[in-house]
């Protein structure tokens, strides 16, 4: 499986982006069994889960993003989003996503981010 996220770009404070992030190579059912997540690496730190869905459609948010930001997916077009308000400097990082297990261990290779950069 191969993961492509774009959308990314560079903001303002208050500005809105919307991610989305493709996954190809693998058949329609593998990607709708999997729960996906956006992740988010800033510079100079750990790349951290920030919002998930799960297979069932069941979501969860980092509290810092929570409010602010939506996760949805697409399982016909294998894709999974992430809309983002009201950007704030510390939003400020390479975005990625990922399907993950109930223990939280990512399930594929990581694919190649997008970069976001919010600017005061």
């Known amino acids: 499986v191969q993961l492509q996220a774009s959308g990314g770009g560079l903001a303002q404070v208050g500005d809105s982006l919307r991610l989305s992030c493709v996954a190809s190579?693998?058949?329609?059912?593998?990607?709708?069994?999997?729960?996906m997540g956006w992740y988010r690496q800033p510079p100079g730190k750990e790349r951290e889960l920030i919002a998930g869905i799960t297979s069932g459609g069941d979501i969860t948010y980092l509290d810092s993003v929570k409010g602010r930001f939506t996760i949805s997916r697409d399982n016909s077009k294998k894709t999974v989003y992430l809309r983002m308000n009201n950007l704030k400097p510390e939003d400020t990082a390479v975005y990625y996503c990922n399907a993950y297990s109930r223990s939280g261990t990512t399930v594929w290779s990581w694919g190649q981010g997008t970069q976001v950069t919010v600017s005061s």
């Open positions: 190579g693998s058949i329609f059912s593998v990607f709708r069994g999997e729960n």
